[in-house]
């Protein structure tokens, strides 16, 4: 499984972004994703994920309200996972960065198997 992530940039305090997640590959509709993001001096953390067929969304509590998390199902091989950034925060910057889980998702980055690139996102005051 390939992941690319891609829609990250900078934007006001306030404002609104989308970053995608492109996973393909052979049997890609079997894996869960995750979106994680990992600031400078920081672990990386979950922000949320999203199980193989699009529902059981789960939030991390800092973006819980803001972010929405949805899956694209439509090609066999190729899966787009979107996350919806509303009400940013400067706390919200971050390189964010897509995985995928076979089967299951899971809260912990341990459990990923494939990791995209990272999109930063930077949230100006």
């Known amino acids: 499984v390939q992941l690319q992530a891609s829609g990250g940039g900078l934007v006001q305090s306030g404002g609104s972004l989308r970053v995608s997640c492109a996973a393909s590959?052979?049997?890609?509709?079997?894996?869960?994703v995750g979106w994680f993001r990992q600031s400078p001096d920081k672990e990386r953390e979950l922000v949320a994920t999203?199980?193989?067929?699009?529902?059981?969304?789960?939030?991390?509590d800092s973006v819980k309200g803001r972010f929405t998390i949805s899956r694209d199902n439509a090609k066999s091989t190729v899966n787009t996972v979107y996350l919806q950034m509303n009400s940013l925060k400067p706390e919200d910057t971050a390189v964010y960065y897509c995985?995928?889980?076979?089967?299951?998702?899971?809260?912990?980055?341990?459990?990923?198997?494939?990791w995209g690139q990272g999109t930063l996102v930077t949230v100006s005051s």
């Open positions: 995985a995928a889980r076979r089967l299951l998702s899971s809260r912990s980055p341990r459990e990923y198997n494939y």
């Open positions: 590959g052979r049997g890609v509709d079997m894996y869960a």
């Open positions: 999203i199980s193989r067929g699009g529902d059981s969304p789960y939030y991390a």
